[in-house]
């Protein structure tokens, strides 16, 4: 059973940087697509930023060139550095995990979640 833990959130002024973590376990071969959500209350969970088993990424526009998504040399544990952060990055963060060779556009798809952690950006 794959069991994802998220790490890293905080509070941080405008401008900053936050890198979050995300402890993958039972994770046993390259054929996961893993990803980064985000969600605020009372709106839907956002896709910001996916990795392919191949290495190949994907970006939500809002993050492009301040996020960078990237995963250790045994494909296992998640990361996502965050910088030049803005109000608007406020919510809370979720690692997601998908048991295939690609990615999926539907965030439903996504089988495994871990628990979320909370970055807030404010000065």
């Known amino acids: 059973q794959v069991q994802l833990a998220e790490s890293g959130g905080g509070s941080v002024q405008p401008g900053g940087s936050l890198r979050l973590s995300c402890a993958a376990s039972e994770i046993t071969s390259s054929t996961y697509c893993m990803a980064w959500f985000r969600q605020v209350p009372g709106k839907e969970r956002e896709g910001v930023a996916r990795i392919w088993p191949s290495g190949g990424t994907y970006y939500a526009d809002s993050v492009k060139g301040r996020f960078t998504i990237s995963q250790d040399n045994a494909k296992k544990d998640l990361y996502l550095q965050m910088n030049s952060l803005r109000p608007e990055d406020t919510a809370m963060y979720y690692c997601?995990?998908?048991?295939?060779?690609?990615?999926?556009?539907?965030?439903?798809?996504?089988?495994?979640w871990g628990q979320g952690t909370q970055v807030t950006v404010s000065s």
């Open positions: 997601a995990a998908f048991s295939g060779s690609y990615c999926p556009d539907q965030t439903r798809k996504f089988a495994y």
